[in-house]
Nanobody, 124 residues
Framework: QVQLVESGGGLVQAGGSLRLSCAVS????????MGWFRQASGKEREFVAT????????LYADSVKGRFTISRDNVKNTLYLQMNSLKPEDTAVYYC?????????????????WGQGIQVTVSS
């Protein structure tokens, strides 16, 4: 059974940093592109970042470019999101997701597996 489990969320002050992790099991991690998405209260789920199977290609939403870094460890079967210079508008539930594609995919509907989500709250 496929499991994606996020960790590392919490409460942080504006300007601070957090690192999210997503531990993946039940699938061959290195054959899946991975993504991070977020959903703020009352808003649609939105794309944050994606990384290809090898980690050699990445794509970011304009709102996080230069502040967030997505990475993966195909030995540990873990996806990461390093979030720096956090802003109150980054407050959301963050989800990791897996998608079996060679391309970088921004559309949430294309992803096959999802984590349960983890809360990130940035105070001003």
């Amino acid at each position: 059974q496929v499991q994606l489990v996020e960790s590392g969320g919490g409460l942080v002050q504006a300007g601070g940093s957090l690192r999210l992790s997503c531990a993946v099991s039940g699938l061959t991690f290195s054959t899946y592109a991975m993504g991070w998405f977020r959903q703020a209260s009352g808003k649609e789920r939105e794309f944050v970042a994606t990384i290809n199977r090898t980690g050699g290609s990445k794509l970011y939403a304009d709102s996080v470019k230069g502040r967030f870094t997505i990475s993966r460890d195909n030995v540990k079967n873990t996806l990461y999101l390093q979030m720096n210079s956090l802003k109150p508008e980054d407050t959301a539930v963050y989800y990791c997701a897996a998608e079996r594609s060679l391309a970088l995919v921004m559309q949430a509907s294309r992803y096959d597996y999802w984590g349960q989500g983890i809360q990130v709250t940035v105070s001003s």
